[in-house]
C-alpha cells in the first residue's frame, strides 16, 4: 500500500466518523501536513533512546541521545560507544535506541 494510498483511506475514514464526506478534502489536507512535518522533522538523531540498568530492566527513556546525555550528565561520546556496542555499558546504564519507533524511511 502507497502512502496516497493510505492518506486516502485514513481521510476517508475520518470523514466517514464525522458524518460528511464534505470534509474528505479537509482531512485529507490534515493528514499530508501531518505526515510531512514528521518525515521533514525526523532523523537519526530523533531515535528514541532506552536506558537500562545492568540486570536489564528498563529504568529511562530519552527522546536522543543528546537529552539522555544532558538528563543523566554523561558525555554524548559515551552513550554512542554503548550503542555502538563498542562498550558494554557506562556508569552502570546501559543505552539503546528503540528501533522499532523508527518509521522506515521511503525511496523517493
Known sequence: MTVSEVVNKLAMEQALALGDLDTLPTCRRYIQM????????FN???NEIIVYDLDGNEI???KGI???GRQLNIDTSHIRRVIRGDRHSHLGFIFRKDKELV????SA
Open 34 to 41: 501531518a505526515l510531512t512535518i514528521g518525515r521533514d522533522h
Open 44 to 46: 537519526d538523531q530523533m
Open 60 to 62: 529511562y527513556r530519552f
Open 66 to 68: 543528546r537529552e539522555a
Open 103 to 106: 518509521p522506515a524511511r521511503e
